[in-house]
């Protein structure tokens, strides 16, 4: 164990100052979207009631942590093994699971400015008071890391890489459009609302209404299923890294 903190450590460092030119662009397309979100969104709405407000603010947080999780997780893996990196990385005398909780950790630490900026934007833009839990930390995170490894998992098992990216695609335009994010599930139709209680966007949505706003969630719900989807995003990520040579 003392091994691997260890390792953890020392690859944390690595990606950081690997990926310290790519985070400044990364920030900027996080504020691009808090406030384009925020600002955007609201026209689709030929009125912003209350409720609104807070599905609409709750949803730009989860959009940042979705788009990087599921979307430009996948396609940075896809460009490393284009490029040959991990052929390098998985040389290294460290753990792989290491190198991935490392690079986890990154993506997470770089996406909690845009998460900060559109809570607050939204707030101010809607005029409304936030009703901030305690349990927003382990929800944040817990959306966080089921998106990331859901995107590992993703990453590593589609074959070839450039299909990663075209399937990245599709799935921003499903959580943007066709996922209860920014509002109700009861506004989907029946057999998409069915979908998602499969899946666990909704809940993660869930997970960021329930810690800021009043909204009535099932929060043993939203976080029992994103968990469930967390753990084997986990599992299959590790199955998936320990059998690529």
Known sequence: MTRWIRSYGLMLKWVFLSNRPWLSLNLAVQIGIA???????????????????????????????????????????A???????????????????????ADATNMFGSTLPGIALAVALGAMRFDFGLNISPL????????????????YSMAFAVPKPM????????????????????????????????????????????????TLTDLPINMARAFAITGAWCVAGFVITGLLVRRRQ
């Open 79 to 101: 460009q490393g093994r284009t490029e040959g990196n991990f052929d390098y990385i998985w040389s290294l005398p460290v753990p792989r699971m290491a190198h991935i909780a």
């Open 163 to 210: 299909m990663v990216n075209v399937i990245t695609q599709i799935l921003i335009f499903v959580v943007m459009l066709f996922s209860p994010v920014s509002f109700p599930a009861e506004r989907l139709p029946g057999w998409l609302q069915a979908v998602h209680q499969v899946l666990p966007i909704q809940y993660m949505a869930d997970l960021m209404r329930g």
């Open 35 to 77: 406030a384009g979100f925020i600002y955007g969104i609201s026209f689709f709405y030929p009125e912003i009631t209350p409720e609104i407000a807070k599905y609409v603010t709750t949803g730009a947080p989860t959009i940042i942590l979705l788009t990087v999780g599921m979307v430009m997780v996948p396609q940075i893996i």
């Open 136 to 151: 927003i930390i382990p929800a944040v995170l817990l959306i966080s890391m089921c998106g990331t490894f859901v995107g």
